[in-house]
């Protein structure tokens, strides 16, 4: 049986998991796996826990202005976002189709699974355009910190990957 609370949940989780993420369009905050819960209190006041993928990141203001215009066009104004840093969030929290969304836009998904410990196996990167393996890291930060800039070798193309953590 489905509650009013549980309903009213999922309401307010579907619209804040429209919101994009400013650097990577294509995504939802919901596809990245930050958007990690929804609070509706008694009073009507909204709570939504976001985890940054960076305890740096620039992106997280945006988003939470995102959240809050997303929720205020639907009636929602009473509203606070918490930024929640633990657990750290990792990028076995992203889903299949945000995996998926970031190989169609040409940057290659994290590969692999986190580790609570060193990984002493480098995987190969696959090439979002021509899908070899045939790639090398030119630089361990690309055009964000959750990225790292990495060549083809077979079609030259260079290409961001987003790294596992």
Not at 35 to 49: P, S
Not at 111 to 126: D, E, M, N, P, Q
Request: with cysteine.
């Amino acid at each position: 049986m489905v509650t009013a609370a549980r309903t009213l949940e999922e309401t307010v989780w579907n619209i804040a998991a429209t919101v994009a993420d400013p650097e990577i369009p294509v995504l939802t905050i919901e596809d990245l796996g930050i958007l990690r819960a929804i609070d509706v209190h008694n009073d009507g006041a909204v709570t939504v826990a976001i985890t940054p993928t960076y305890s740096g990141c620039p992106a997280m203001h945006t988003i939470r202005d995102d959240i809050l215009t997303a929720l205020a066009a639907h009636g929602y104004t009473n509203v606070h976002v918490n930024l929640v840093l633990s657990p750290a969030w990792t990028t076995d929290w992203m889903s299949g189709a945000g995996r998926a969304k970031l190989e169609q836009y040409g940057i290659a998904p994290p590969t692999g699974r986190a580790a609570s410990g060193k990984i002493s196996v480098r995987l190969g990167i696959k090439c979002p355009q021509c899908s070899s393996l045939n790639t090398r890291e030119l630089t361990r930060f690309g055009s964000t910190s959750c990225k790292a800039l990495y060549v083809c070798q077979d079609c030259r193309e260079p290409f961001d990957y987003f790294k596992v953590h």
